[in-house]
């Protein structure tokens, strides 16, 4: 990180200051960043900034990654930055992608998975609805190394042009970043619609993505499953199937009630993969093991 955060002037209290600081240095970092970058990054001594981290922890304006190494934005602050970027956007985020929450939670009462949806508007990426149950480390290197995750690649795969602003960063040893290989994927994914990842944000994670399209097939954004490496296989065809329909299903021409919006032929499409899926129960929503991102 070149140079420390600027510390606001006026005649705040230095503590609002700094804690001002500390949630602007998490949303910089990303999540899982440790109190040690983050007192680095805002030149607060290092007692301070764990002082302060633990009673944003306590207000809900941060979190503790499931590890318990590092920090994420909170539920509060995602709140308030939710209604900021609806006023910074102006409506930016595409009109006619609007995944329906209850095909999401079916969805993800089905997998052992974390499920997210997310939407491009123009070269960016942001995610539109996060599962409540599987803490997303490292979000904001998603949305910044498009190279590198299974949403930004498929963006890429229609926007390739964003992949040669500079130099590829390796998050991982994993991470792709010659060029004619990435163009190779990139390849793949326009053909197939499915994009991939492992261990290429962070070691021990994969991620299989599907595009979700609007009324002229346009691409507006996407479905996509995150889990441990080994554990989600990128390469299941079950898995897939499964978030193609759903994301068919969240799409604007057929997104539709949800008792409704079914496969018309759900039994002979029914994904047989033990190791992808559990079997949704009829009058409850299942309860998962919170696992980390």
């Given at each position: 990180?070149a140079?420390?955060?600027?510390?606001?002037?006026?005649?705040?209290?230095?503590a609002v200051?700094k804690?001002?600081?500390?949630l602007?240095?998490?949303?910089?970092?990303?999540?899982?960043?440790?109190?040690?970058?983050?007192?680095?990054?805002?030149?607060v001594p290092?007692?301070?900034?764990?002082?302060?981290?633990?009673?944003?922890?306590?207000?809900?304006f941060?979190?503790?990654t499931?590890?318990?190494?590092?920090?994420?934005?909170?539920?509060?602050?995602?709140?308030l930055?939710?209604?900021a970027?609806?006023e910074?956007?102006?409506?930016?985020?595409?009109?006619?992608f609007?995944?329906?929450?209850a095909?999401l939670?079916?969805?993800?009462a089905?997998?052992?998975?974390?499920?997210?949806a997310?939407?491009?508007?123009g070269?960016?990426?942001?995610?539109v609805?996060?599962?409540p149950?599987?803490?997303?480390i490292?979000?904001?290197?998603?949305l910044?190394h498009?190279?590198?995750?299974?949403?930004?690649?498929?963006?890429?795969?229609?926007?390739?042009?964003?992949?040669?602003a500079g130099p590829?960063r390796?998050?991982?040893?994993?991470?792709?970043?010659?060029?004619?290989?990435?163009?190779?994927?990139?390849?793949?994914?326009?053909e197939?619609?499915?994009a991939?990842?492992?261990?290429e944000?962070?070691?021990?994670?994969?991620?299989?993505?599907?595009?979700?399209?609007?009324?002229?097939?346009?691409l507006?954004?996407?479905?996509v499953?995150?889990g441990r490496t080994?554990?989600?296989?990128?390469?299941?065809g079950?898995?897939?199937?499964?978030l193609?329909?759903?994301a068919?299903r969240?799409e604007?021409?057929t997104a539709?009630?949800?008792?409704?919006?079914?496969?018309?032929?759900?039994a002979s499409?029914?994904?047989?993969?033990?190791?992808?899926?559990?079997?949704?129960h009829?009058?409850?929503?299942?309860?998962?093991?919170?696992?980390?991102?």
């Amino acid at each position: 990180m070149a140079g420390r955060l600027r510390e606001p002037g006026g005649h705040e209290p230095r503590a609002v200051q700094k804690a001002f600081l500390l949630l602007e240095a998490v949303a910089q970092l990303g999540s899982g960043a440790s109190a040690r970058d983050i007192s680095l990054l805002c030149g607060v001594p290092p007692a301070t900034a764990y002082r302060l981290l633990n009673l944003l922890v306590a207000d809900g304006f941060l979190v503790r990654t499931a590890d318990l190494t590092g920090f994420a934005l909170g539920r509060r602050t995602r709140e308030l930055a939710g209604v900021a970027t609806v006023e910074e956007l102006g409506g930016g985020l595409p009109s006619e992608f609007r995944p329906v929450r209850a095909i999401l939670d079916e969805l993800r009462a089905r997998v052992r998975f974390g499920i997210y949806a997310a939407a491009y508007t123009g070269d960016r990426v942001r995610l539109v609805d996060r599962d409540p149950d599987h803490e997303l480390i490292r979000e904001g290197a998603i949305l910044t190394h498009l190279h590198a995750s299974a949403i930004g690649k498929l963006l890429l795969s229609q926007r390739p042009e964003l992949a040669s602003a500079g130099p590829l960063r390796p998050l991982t040893a994993r991470t792709i970043i010659e060029p004619g290989t990435l163009a190779a994927e990139l390849t793949e994914i326009r053909e197939t619609g499915l994009a991939r990842e492992v261990d290429e944000i962070r070691l021990g994670r994969s991620a299989l993505a599907v595009p979700v399209r609007n009324a002229v097939g346009g691409l507006i954004g996407c479905l996509v499953a995150i889990g441990r490496t080994g554990r989600i296989r990128v390469n299941d065809g079950d898995l897939a199937h499964l978030l193609q329909t759903y994301a068919a299903r969240a799409e604007p021409e057929t997104a539709a009630d949800p008792e409704t919006a079914a496969d018309p032929n759900p039994a002979s499409r029914e994904p047989q993969h033990t190791e992808s899926r559990i079997p949704a129960h009829p009058t409850r929503r299942i309860t998962r093991r919170p696992a980390s991102g």
